[in-house]
């Protein structure tokens, strides 16, 4: 494996999707009370100077044999995975959090204000979500500057790559020391605004048809890795997923 | 006891330690994800070469290569056999080298503690006391490091200090924002680790010597101890499928001079230094001589992420969580509403309390276990340091070692037994000292008699090694309705304190006592204290009187720069605190609120409207008012049971969304809590309904949707007991026994603990076969519900509500 190292994002460069916000906080754009408009601003502006981003990323090559997949730091049969890095010779694995400070807010609120514990919990789910697009972005246009061309990120938790990936993840990515994720016995993050997941990169590129067969589905773990691009929504199992989005 | 013969020779010369060993195995071939202690046993040879060759280089102190050794990565055999194999090397190349002393390495143990994590504090204890009662026999000293997070270094140095007599060292990993992971600034750290009485501070990993700079002013400044700095060689980057650093060794040991310069007088490296850069480094500073250690007189108390002075600005701490004449919280406390007591908390923090004082004493709870629940709890909402205020030695004690930081300790007083019972407890775990002068005499009547008690405390607490700094001083505010000149002996006896060089702090609010408008004289008497070099003063955060007072007095003394504060003050919360609250409407007879029909009753009342607006204040305040002339149960019933309902019924259509339908579930709740209020002053038993045990299963963390479940409910009048999260089947099935709950709810969001969910089912099924079960959240569906045999499956918290009325019907219908 390849050095691991740490990116740090200024909140600037991660404008704030207020819709996509409100989507987790189950209030879709226009339906707010005046009243709860106005806490959910107030819940924004305090959240938004807690947050802080950081990621941490190495680069492993991949190996095929059999059935196996061998991504540098685990072994794994996930057929889903297999399909989403068909073509890729090597990948990058990334961890994501917006800290403790947020974490800290949402306990807070959660045992003081359920509906503040609510709003917080939505308004992190779009701040992890956004800084993953932005690092993914980043890493996918840098690679791409070196001819290599980016998958979509897949998380442990999609299609049949279980949760307990996470576990590997986190140990091989030096997690709790580079930027302070810790896994509970359970398989949880803390802070639990946090992602793992897997960019892969192929020397060449694929068509795009084979690209939206292999389109990566969500199927577990509601919370941490509500990250998902939207168009992959059409492909999802989870069918009856709050979030999901038609075209 | 002889002093160790390192502790000898630090402050007299700069002492190295070793680099890193991590880095050196992997170039030996270490795989990514081996585990490294493993070596020791496997590759014995290549530990002692590396060992040596650090000595060789000039290390002082080496580390034993135990640094991820602990019982959740290994079997209590191999725990013994890779530590004993890593002390034995260890010794081993200092005897070969004829040169060093040997450190216990200890690292964290990866997991996060409660109440973020899900780790217990007692166990991370446990955990780094094993690995001390293995490693001590061949360690010089013990070094914790490369800790992110205050807790669990707290953990690692208690392990460290009741397991062994070896010198403690403890270096920690800040950020390029100069805090740990978990949010803990330098000054907080040394605060809680020289209360914890370690050998020397500092920082370790993560930085290089360059971003490590700037953060050493602030350890020089406040640590008494000697300052440690073993930084990474810079940061990493690859080359050629290789991880090298940005510094070399040249770089690295002129960076290095700056920091012994600047204080640090440990110091070595962490990942990518090896012995070439300990060698260098050496070299480099043969000739120069450690900065003195200084001892500080800095009066800190700190949490898990600040540190309180206590100096010029005198500091205000929060006297509300206490039970004294407050029926209400009293209620709250008897009935374990611990959330009652952290809303007391969050309110005082937004009021501007800088330090939070916690009384729990009544006499029919068990007050030690409540004043470890409430600190516990409250350092989970709250990241303002605790005053532990209780009289009850156990309660103290348990609450100074759970507490995650330095406490103040309120209080110690000159009588031999408070003496004799608290300052063992503040040297095993720090804190800053209340100690009120009086002792067995009583109360001196003058200024010098208190400032004579105050010497004695402070000449017994020297016998301990407390210094002045860890003591601060209450020389008693008197109520002057009983003895006119009992303010100015008090305020004399501030001055007095002033001139020793004492710390000083008051209850301010007992002035007044049996006089009418008690606030006016209160802020005047603040002022009078403020001016007489109070440092502290513990007051009522939300008398508007005390707070301009504060702010006043700071804006006058140039100790509030550019007015920031009092304008803050003076143009946000004056304003809001002078409002007067909503007037409630004129007396409606009930008769015509049950007759309403049509459009009023699709608007409703005021306090009705401003529950469906979700408007928490507001509901409150018209409560309040109703209750002068209205009975509680015709509000509930006229009106706020009404009013969730047609928010319910609006969340059940789809017309209303969950923030709305929360919104009005706290407005709700905002209007009963004045009706228990009231209920509470008057001694009246309220009604209660049937009783529900909730909780989120074990191994899962996530509470929201529990939470908002019980919120509803309890606006419902269900009598709630709610376990928490991640909570082991046996809880459950033991809370529902102790309260022969008719109904028990259970939440999962994870797949991972739907597992954990059947098993709590089943005991449920096994023991409690008369407790109806509802099941949900994120991973459930009906289907799953019945497979694993719970009672209902319902879709939100509304559904519950629904679920338990009709449980409730069904057991009424029986009876």
């Known amino acids: ?247 | 006891m002889p002093k160790s013969p390192i502790l000898e020779k630090i402050g007299k010369e700069v002492i190295f330690f070793d680099g890193a060993m991590g880095t050196l195995l992997q170039d030996a071939g270490l795989k990514a994800g081996e585990l490294p202690e493993r070596w020791n046993v496997l590759h014995p040879e290549t530990i002692r070469n590396i060992h040596c060759a650090y000595l060789q280089a000039g290390a002082d102190i080496i580390k034993s290569n135990t640094f991820g050794a602990n019982g959740l990565k290994y079997s209590p055999e191999e725990l013994r056999e890779v530590i004993t194999a890593a002390m034995r090397l260890a010794k081993e190349a200092t005897a070969q080298c004829k040169r060093g002393y040997v450190a216990l390495d200890i690292g964290p143990t990866g997991k996060l503690l409660k109440p973020y994590g899900d780790m217990e504090f007692e166990r991370a204890v446990r955990l780094f006391a094993e690995v001390v009662n293995i490693g001590k026999a061949y360690a010089d000293c013990i070094l914790i490091e490369t800790m992110n997070d205050s807790y669990e270094t707290k953990a690692a140095v208690l392990a460290a200090k009741e397991n062994s007599d070896l010198p403690v060292f403890v270096t920690n990993v800040y950020g390029e924002d100069g805090k740990l992971m978990t949010g803990a600034d330098p000054k907080a750290m040394i605060a809680m680790l020289e209360g914890l009485r370690v050998d020397a501070v500092g920082m370790n990993c993560s930085l290089g010597p360059r971003q490590m700079l700037p953060l050493l002013p602030v350890f020089y400044e406040y640590a008494s101890l000697p300052v440690i700095v073993n930084p990474n060689a810079g940061l990493p980057r690859e080359e050629n499928g290789k991880t090298v650093y940005d510094v070399d060794e040249a770089q690295f040991a002129l960076l290095m001079e700056e920091a012994v310069s600047a204080g640090a007088s440990m110091v070595g490296g962490c990942c990518g230094t090896t012995p070439a850069f300990i060698r260098r480094l050496r070299e480099t500073l043969k000739d120069v001589a450690p900065m003195p250690v200084i001892k500080r007189e800095h009066t800190l108390v700190s949490s898990y992420t600040h540190a309180v002075e206590f100096g010029e600005k005198t500091v205000c701490i929060g006297e509300r969580i206490n039970p004294t004449g407050k029926k209400r919280f009293q209620q709250a406390l008897r009935e374990k509403d611990i959330n009652y007591v952290l809303r007391e908390g969050v309110k005082q923090q937004d009021e501007g309390a800088q330090i939070l004082d916690v009384n729990v004493g009544l006499p029919d709870i068990d007050e030690a276990e409540t004043l470890r629940d409430v600190v516990v709890r409250l350092q989970g909402v709250s990241d303002l340091p605790l005053q532990l205020d209780t009289t009850a030695r156990e309660a103290l004690a348990g609450a100074l070692r759970l507490y995650n930081g330095k406490a103040m300790i309120n209080s110690v007083n000159g009588t031999r037994e408070s003496m004799d019972a608290v300052f063992p407890l503040a040297v095993r775990y720090g804190g800053l000292i209340v100690a009120l002068t009086l002792d067995e005499d009583g109360i001196p009547a003058t200024a010098q008699g208190r400032l004579a008690v105050a010497e004695k405390i402070a000449a017994e607490a020297a016998k301990y090694g407390i210094g002045k700094k860890d003591l601060i001083f209450d020389p008693l505010a008197m109520t002057v309705s009983s003895d006119p000149h009992a303010a100015s002996v008090t305020l004399a006896a501030l001055r007095l304190l002033r001139e020793r060089g004492y710390k000083s702090v008051l209850g301010v609010s007992n002035v007044s006592f049996g006089l009418p408008a008690r606030e006016a004289v209160n802020a005047a008497f603040f002022t009078l204290a403020m001016e007489s070099g109070l440092n502290a003063a513990i007051i009522n955060v939300y008398s508007v009187e005390m707070l301009k007072a504060y702010h006043a007095f700071a804006a006058l003394h140039a100790t509030d720069e550019n007015f920031k504060e009092y304008i803050r003050f003076a143009t946000e919360r004056l304003p809001l605190l002078s409002s007067s609250a909503p007037t409630a409407p004129s007396r409606t007879p009930a008769a015509d609120r049950i007759g309403r029909t049509g459009k009023e009753e699709a608007e409703g009342s005021p306090l009705r409207r401003s529950i469906v607006r979700g408007l928490d204040g507001e509901a409150g305040a018209l409560t309040k008012s109703l209750l002068q002339s209205v009975p509680p149960l015709e509000i509930i019933d006229g009106e706020i049971i009404p009013a969730l309902d047609e928010v319910g019924r609006g969340f059940e259509n789809k017309t209303v969304f969950l923030p709305q339908l929360l919104m009005s579930a706290e407005a709700a709740k905002a209007a009963f809590e004045e009706i228990r209020r009231f209920y509470a002053a008057a001694g009246t038993p309220r009604k209660k309904r049937c009783t529900f045990v909730i909780a989120t299963v074990k191994g899962d963390i996530h509470d929201i949707g529990k939470n908002i479940v019980r919120v509803l409910l309890e606006n419902y009048g269900f009598d709630t007991v709610d376990l928490g999260k991640d909570v082991p089947p046996e809880e459950v099935v033991r809370a529902v026994e102790e309260h022969h709950a008719p109904l028990a709810g259970l939440s999962a969001l994870m797949t991972t603990t739907v597992p954990a969910m059947a098993e709590t089912v089943r005991l449920l099924r096994e023991r409690t076969p008369w407790c109806k079960i509802v099941v949900g959240g994120a991973v459930m569906t009906a289907e799953y519900a019945d497979r694993i045999g719970a009672d209902k499956y319902a879709k939100d918290a509304m559904e519950t509500v629904r679920y338990a009325e009709e449980v409730e019907r069904a057991l009424q219908g029986r009876r």
């Not at chain 1, 993050?189 to 694929?206: D, E, Q, Y």
């Open chain 1, 1 to 247: 494996m390849g050095a691991i190292f740490t990116r740090f994002y200024d909140g600037g460069a991660l404008p704030f999707d207020r819709r996509e916000a409100l989507r987790y906080f189950g209030a879709p754009q226009g339906v707010l009370s005046p009243e709860t408009e106005e806490l959910f601003g107030t819940c924004v502006q305090e959240a938004l100077a807690a947050c802080v981003y950081r990621v941490c990323y190495a680069e492993f090559d991949i190996a095929r044999a059999g059935g196996v997949l061998d991504l540098g730091f685990m072994k794994t049969d996930s057929r889903a995975l297999f399909r989403n890095l068909e073509g890729c010779e090597k990948a990058v694995a990334f961890a994501a959090t917006v800290g403790m400070g947020m974490e800290r807010l949402i306990a807070r609120y959660s045992a003081l204000s359920p509906v503040r514990g609510y709003a917080f919990q939505a308004i992190g789910a779009e701040r992890i979500e956004t800084l993953c697009n932005a690092f993914n972005q980043d890493i996918a246009r840098e690679y791409a500057a070196a001819g290599w061309y980016a998958r979509p990120r897949f998380s442990c938790g999609y299609g049949d790559f279980p949760i307990a990936a996470q576990a590997n993840f986190i140990r091989a990515l030096d997690c709790t020391r580079k930027i302070g994720i810790t896994l509970s016995d359970g398989l949880l993050m803390t802070p639990s605004k946090s992602v793992t997941a897997l960019i892969g990169f192929s020397s060449s590129p694929r068509s795009e048809e084979r690209a939206r067969s292999s389109a990566v589905q969500k199927t577990d773990n509601a919370d941490q890795q509500t990250t998902h691009v939207r168009e992959q929504c059409e492909n999802c199992l989870a069918k009856d997923c709050r979030f999901r989005q038609e075209k």
